[in-house]
């Protein structure tokens, strides 16, 4: 499976983005998503988690309220609407896929493949 992210870009502060992760190959349609973002001189976290059927979803705190996960199967596509963006959510963001589609995980040693990044950068 090759995971394609997309959609960064540079933003004001209060604004929004969505990015899209396109998947290649595999049975995408089974796997659980993960959003990851690192942030300069900071450790690589989890943001958002959907699993293979897009009814579960996980958020972390300080996203949550402001970002949507979502997928569309037949498209092979994760999405992640990014609303009331602030400087802090400047980082590159990543995606990621589990072949273990049914269970939410923030581990990052869990996930399988991964995208290779995309910029978000929120101005104030």
């Known amino acids: 499976v090759q995971l394609q992210a997309s959609g960064g870009g540079l933003v004001q502060a209060g604004g929004s983005l969505r990015l899209s992760c396109a998947a290649s190959?595999?049975?995408?349609?089974?796997?659980?998503v993960g959003w990851f973002r690192q942030a300069p001189g900071k450790e690589r976290e989890v943001v958002a988690v959907i699993n293979w059927s897009g009814s579960r979803s996980y958020y972390e705190d300080s996203v949550k309220g402001r970002f949507t996960i979502s997928r569309d199967n037949a498209k092979k596509t994760v999405y992640l609407q990014m609303n009331t963006l602030k400087p802090e959510d400047t980082a590159i963001y990543y995606c990621?896929?589990?072949?273990?589609?049914?269970?939410?995980?923030?581990?990052?040693?869990?996930?399988?493949?991964w995208g290779q990044g995309t910029q978000v950068t929120v101005s104030s």
């Open positions: 990621a896929a589990r072949r273990y589609g049914a269970q939410l995980t923030t581990r990052e040693y869990e996930y399988d493949y």
């Open positions: 190959g595999g049975t995408f349609s089974q796997y659980a």
